[in-house]
């Protein structure tokens, strides 16, 4: 295929003496070969015109062709799409009517179930797929954000080489060229670097690539990689495994640095488990406890029953303790925390045998994972409430260090990488974009221009899941499909498409459909049974079945002996852990990521330097001091934090910021850890040295103040102890406030909402699906450090005891609706009043922003929009607005409305059935349904059988400052403690389905 053409040599033309005779004879430029050449490869569709030599064709190819430039990047040149006019109202398309599309999200690689709500063609909304066998209904904030990222002005929309525009037609002639030699060569020298891949129809097309290729390597990098928890199986069992566990099967769980609570691929499905599990234990009378031990607090060690700050150094030799006691030996003397907590949580194992957990998390090291299979297999626990499958990601690749190390020593002439950003993932001692400088050809594929794709020759813009055919697997091993739900917004390829074209060459390359269905379907399959197959299970979302089945397992050899502790003159431990709102960093670019405060320090925008209370006191470090951690050379600096939970000696350092790619959102924001991220230890440093710069930097925080202040705030019931909650039936006191106007026969419902604070683990699912169901504005850095954050729901977090090792607890606050509002009796203009099925009403266009009832709120969930936010937003940026949900001008007072909209949805959906009742269940508000625990409950609290009805009958049900008598619609179950009996209790009946 023909290259572009000559630009020098018509540039001469133009400018040399050529230039009078060429501008009089424009039909010369419109014959000549090369530029006929070029427009068939650009632009077959308007190569006709140029048919008809002439200069009225050559203007009007010209005219067309400013049109059209600066829509290169909004279809295929390959013709494999096409428009159809909406002459014909296609079938089940509504205008306006919402639309479900089973899909899946995908977390590294992982997959969670998820339904795609789309109206008009606009992918708006994500919820989750209530009948995924993983995720169970659940999503988490990476789920949520995942419609925002389609919709993203930042996403790379454009094919470049050499860092500028250029065309899939160029890069194909690029490769074509590149075709023989590999060939001859058997790929020697080429390398490709994927991410996190649980795909089998990527895994394929990889197989086949490495077939027609016997000499490529394949390596794959992650920010956040599975190998330690891989590689801990393989030292205990001789090969990698998953290991999933077994919550209603265990009556007690040890959390060794664990992170089953935490955000990651698989936050959902074990968030719902232990959740479910808990409540099925409480309902049984007992407690199932949560021990936890952890250098850095986290959301699985702060919903821990018991928690104690442990150095990360320490750990191993913390399970080496569990292990010689479960195979008889002594139980450990010392009478420090750490050796109180030993010995709660190991008595509780050995009376559980049989049915205990002890799980350990991401950030642990190989060895802590090999020791853990070993306590549990001593246990009696593996098989019974932990079982073992293959891996979901793909084995075999080779590691990013074996990658530098070989682009170091020049044995790679050829690196393709796809869906990874190894330029800013890799630690800082591989020096990863110096070697990749000398690998002669470099190409990038991903969803942004990133760090590598500035390093690369050629940048390749991938599909967002939301426009892409394809699969992936959850942790279980369920494969989930995903399908299309909008066209690609900037003509992106798909990981199989890419894989297919580089095996297949010359050859045109199937698109991303029919790769997938040439996975799935069954040798010998007749067309139509396959075709009806695949439809159900593209309706379901994910192949019924498919769950990875258990594995035997038995340990091999001993464990190894403990290694000799270095010396460390400085005592200083560095832990390094993924952003619990942007992960490694790959949705940076995010912006409601980036606002959504941190569930433990409710920081937006950076992250910080995390520092003990027992450190800072001894260095005179206070919270928003900038401080600079240094080792081997290299140095990171940001502003501390002060964490309440964090083992004495220890700094830890999030992941996900310091990103330097021009123009994009992520940029100059924080500071990038990975500097210091060591190369065989990428989790845990030794010997750093932390010094104060003199500088000061006050993180921007959605909270100020830790603890409740002695107010009555988070309940706590302990399991068997006297309840907690708000008397039942008790008289309500006297009001100012005039009772609620009575009910048509038309008006069925009360609507109310009860929140289960032992379920809630803070995770903020809730606060982002608010965010994108209610076109919730972001309002920047600088706005929220006013306080002018727009958040309609937060989750407040508490602290609760000492500094050292606090209690924490979390709390959702949405608007409480109360029935004897505050808000109501303050606004001079109406603006804000009572309907009469209880909801706390707020008219915009009334709205004249005095806030007076912000002021009247005591609750503070009333956000006044101070400045335009939405104004500006680019036109792709709309797109994801909820046409449901008014886009608020500025000046006006905003609130939580329990999702009004949905329930004038049910409201008329019921109405079309003889003014039937809205049924329980058919409302579910955003936070509701986004919830991966189900700790929200919603629904007619007239209705005495509705869910919500039972959760306010329930002994710990309380109002939140009920003292003030607003008579709040919105109430909280109390957590869960344990009680005076805290023995682990009877077997469990039933089994985890």
């Known amino acids: 295929m023909s290259g572009p053409p000559d630009i020098a040599a018509l540039r001469a033309r133009l400018s040399g003496g050529d230039g009078p005779r060429f501008w009089r004879s424009l039909d010369a430029v419109a014959d000549s070969a090369e530029f006929r050449a070029y427009l068939g490869a650009e632009f077959p569709a308007a190569a006709r015109l140029a048919a008809a030599p002439g200069r009225r064709g050559f203007l009007k190819l010209m005219a067309a062709s400013f049109a059209l430039g600066g829509l290169t990047a909004c279809g295929r040149e390959d013709g494999r799409a096409y428009e159809v006019p909406y002459v014909d109202q296609p079938e089940r398309i509504l205008p306006g009517a919402a639309l479900s599309y089973a899909s899946c999200a995908l977390f590294d690689g992982f997959a969670n179930g998820i339904l795609v709500t789309t109206r008009n063609g606009r992918p708006l909304k994500i919820e989750g797929n209530p009948d995924h066998p993983w995720s169970r209904g659940g999503t988490d904030v990476i789920g949520q954000a995942s419609v925002l990222g389609l919709y993203d002005p930042f996403r790379s929309q454009a094919v470049q080489h050499l860092g500028r525009p250029d065309s899939w037609a160029g890069f194909r002639a690029a490769m074509l060229a590149q075709v023989p030699a590999w060939r001859a060569g058997g790929g020697a020298g080429v390398a490709v670097l994927t991410g996190p891949m649980t795909s089998p129809t990527v895994a394929a097309g990889l197989a086949r690539l490495r077939a027609a290729y016997p000499d490529l390597r394949w390596y794959a990098s992650a920010g956040a990689s599975r190998d330690g928890l891989y590689e801990g199986a393989r030292r205990a069992y001789g090969r990698p495994l998953e290991t999933v566990p077994d919550f209603a099967a265990a009556r007690v769980v040890v959390s060794l640095d664990g992170d089953c609570l935490d955000l990651g691929p698989g936050q959902?499905?074990?968030?719902?488990?232990?959740?479910?599990?808990?409540?099925?234990?409480?309902?049984?009378?007992?407690?199932?406890?949560?021990?936890?031990?952890?250098?850095?607090?986290?959301?699985?060690?702060?919903?821990?029953?018991?928690?104690?700050?442990?150095?990360?150094?320490?750990?191993?030799?913390?399970?080496?303790?569990?292990?010689?006691?479960?195979?008889?030996?002594?139980?450990?003397?010392?009478?420090?925390?750490?050796?109180?907590?030993?010995?709660?949580?190991?008595?509780?194992?050995?009376?559980?045998?049989?049915?205990?957990?002890?799980?350990?998390?991401?950030?642990?090291?190989?060895?802590l994972h090999a020791l853990v299979h070993r306590l549990n297999g001593a246990l009696g626990n593996t098989g019974a409430t932990l079982r073992h499958t293959e891996p979901a990601a793909g084995q075999g690749a080779g590691t990013l260090a074996e990658l530098a190390e070989a682009m170091g020593r020049g044995a790679v002439t050829a690196l393709v990488v796809l869906g990874a950003n190894p330029v800013y993932e890799a630690p800082g001692a591989l020096d990863f974009a110096a070697r990749m400088a000398r690998v002669p050809l470099k190409v990038h594929a991903g969803l942004y221009y990133d760090e590598t794709g500035a390093h690369a020759d050629w940048h390749l813009p991938l599909a967002h899941p939301l426009e892409s055919w394809g699969d992936a697997r959850s942790l279980d091993g369920t494969v989930g499909l995903i399908q299309p739900t909008v066209a690609p917004l900037y003509n992106g390829r798909t990981l199989p498409e890419m894989l297919a074209f580089l095996e297949g060459g010359e050859t045109e390359a199937e698109d991303g459909l029919a790769l997938l269905k040439r996975q799935w379907r069954r040798d010998g399959e007749d067309a139509a049974a396959f075709d009806a197959r695949f439809d159900d299970a593209l309706r379901a979302?994910?192949?019924?079945?498919?769950?990875?089945?258990?594995?035997?397992?038995?340990?091999?050899?001993?464990?190894?002996?403990?290694?000799?502790?270095?010396?460390?003159?400085?005592?200083?431990?560095?832990?390094?852990?993924?952003?619990?709102?942007?992960?490694?960093?790959?949705?940076?670019?995010?912006a409601w990521l980036q606002e959504l405060p941190k569930p433990l320090t409710k920081v937006v925008w950076e992250n910080t330097v995390a520092v003990s209370p027992s450190l800072a006191e001894r260095m005179g470090i206070a919270t928003g001091d900038v401080v600079r951690i240094e080792a081997d050379g290299r140095h990171v600096e940001g502003p501390a934090?002060?964490?309440?939970?964090?083992?004495?000696?220890?700094?830890?350092?999030?992941?996900?910021?310091?990103r330097d790619v021009p123009d994009h959102l992520s940029r100059g924001l924080g500071y990038d850890a990975n500097a210091l991220r060591p190369t065989g230890t990428p989790w845990h440093l030794t010997g750093a040295r932390l010094t104060k710069t003199g500088a000061r930097r006050m993180p921007v925080t959605t909270q100020d103040l830790g603890t409740m202040q002695g107010a009555d705030i988070v309940r706590v019931q302990p399991v068997g102890g006297a309840p907690v909650g708000d008397p039942q039936g008790a008289p309500a006191p006297?009001?100012?406030?005039?009772?609620?106007?009575?009910?048509?026969r038309w008006v069925a419902a009360q609507w109310g909402m009860a929140i289960d604070l032992d379920a809630c683990t803070g995770c903020n699912a809730c606060v982002t699906a608010c965010q994108a169901e209610n076109n919730i504005p972001v309002v920047g850095r600088e706005e929220v450090a006013r306080g002018r954050w727009m958040g309609w729901l937060r989750v407040d977090r508490y602290y609760e005891g000492p500094l050292d090792a606090p209690a924490t607890h979390f709390q959702p606050v949405p608007c409480m609706h109360c029935e004897s509002a505050p808000c109501e009796l303050g606004c001079p203009v109406e603006a804000t009043l009572h309907d009469s099925e209880g909801l706390n009403l707020q008219v915009y266009n009334r709205c004249v922003g005095t806030r007076t009832c912000q002021s009247y709120c005591p609750y503070k969930v009333r956000r006044f929009n101070y400045l335009d936010y939405t104004g500006d937003l680019p036109p792709v940026r709309q797109q994801q607005n909820n046409p449901e949900v008014t886009v608020r001008a500025r000046g006006v007072m905003e609130k939580c409305t329990y999702c009004i909209q949905r329930i004038t949805a049910a409201r008329i959906a019921s109405a079309k059935d003889a003014h039937a009742p809205i049924p329980d269940g058919a409302v579910e508000t955003a936070c509701q349904g986004a919830c991966p625990t189900r700790a929200i409950s919603f629904g007619n609290v007239a209705d005495a059988g509705a869910r919500v009805s039972a959760a306010k009958r329930d002994p710990r049900n309380y109002a939140l400052l009920g003292h003030l008598n607003?008579?709040?619609?919105?109430?909280?179950?109390?957590?869960?403690?344990?009680?005076?009996?805290?023995?682990?209790?009877?077997?469990?009946?039933?089994?985890?389905?």
């Not at 340990?555 to 400085?570: E, I, K």
């Not at 006297?734 to 048509?744: C, E, G, K």
């Not at 607003?966 to 985890?992: H, I, K, M, V």
């Open 268 to 367: 959902v499905g074990l968030s719902r488990r232990w959740s479910d599990a808990r409540r099925a234990a409480y309902a049984d009378g007992r407690l199932l406890a949560l021990h936890a031990a952890a250098p850095s607090p986290t959301l699985t060690s702060a919903k821990a029953d018991h928690a104690v700050p442990v150095p990360a150094a320490r750990l191993e030799a913390l399970a080496r303790d569990f292990l010689g006691f479960a195979e008889g030996g002594a139980m450990p003397t010392a009478d420090d925390p750490a050796g109180r907590w030993f010995r709660r949580a190991a008595q509780a194992l050995v009376e559980a045998r049989g049915a205990g957990i002890v799980t350990a998390g991401l950030t642990g090291s190989p060895e």
């Open 541 to 590: 979302g994910f192949l019924p079945g498919s769950a990875a089945p258990t594995q035997a397992v038995a340990l091999t050899g001993t464990a190894s002996p403990a290694a000799p502790a270095a010396p460390d003159p400085s005592g200083l431990d560095v832990v390094f852990r993924p952003d619990p709102t942007l992960w490694d960093g790959t949705h940076a670019d995010l």
């Open 641 to 658: 934090w002060i964490t309440p939970g964090q083992a004495a000696e220890t700094v830890t350092l999030g992941l996900g910021y310091g």
């Open 734 to 744: 006297a009001s100012f406030y005039p009772p609620p106007a009575s009910q048509d």
């Open 966 to 993: 607003t008579r709040p619609r919105t109430t909280y179950l109390a957590g869960l403690a344990p009680g005076p009996d805290a023995a682990p209790g009877p077997a469990p009946s039933g089994r985890e389905g």
